[in-house]
């Protein structure tokens, strides 16, 4: 089994910062990709950054130039840094991870969520 575990989401006013960390432990055979959505109260869950193994990235577009993703392959853990925040992007947020277990079964993992909340 794999299990990922996330924290540090929050409160915080407009303008904040907050970081957010997903590590995936268990029965990981190769880590291909990982990636941050979120779900505000009444929408759908969206993408909001992923990575792959390689170090590639993609950002929705409301995020770039405010959010930055990065991957620790060692830790298998990803890390969504958030800047200026905006009430918008107030949401749960959740981690994925494509994953390849050891018994060589790919497939996408999710974390519990957390909440983030920005509001003054």
């Known amino acids: 089994q794999v299990q990922l575990v996330e924290s540090g989401g929050g409160l915080v006013q407009p303008g904040g910062s907050l970081r957010l960390s997903c590590a995936a432990s268990?029965?990981?055979?190769?880590?291909?990709?990982m990636g941050w959505y979120r779900q505000a109260p009444g929408k759908q869950r969206d993408v909001v950054a992923a990575?792959?193994?390689?170090?590639?990235?993609n950002y929705a577009e409301s995020v770039k130039g405010r959010f930055t993703i990065s991957l620790d392959n060692a830790k298998n853990t990803v890390y969504l840094e958030m800047n200026s925040l905006k009430p918008e992007d107030t949401a749960v947020y959740y981690c994925?991870?494509?994953?390849?277990?050891?018994?060589?079964?790919?497939?996408?993992?999710w974390g519990q969520g957390t909440q983030v909340t920005v509001s003054s």
């Open positions: 990575i792959t193994a390689g170090g590639s990235t």
């Open positions: 994925n991870a494509d994953i390849k277990d050891r018994r060589l079964i790919r497939r996408d993992y």
């Open positions: 268990g029965s990981i055979f190769r880590l291909n990709a």
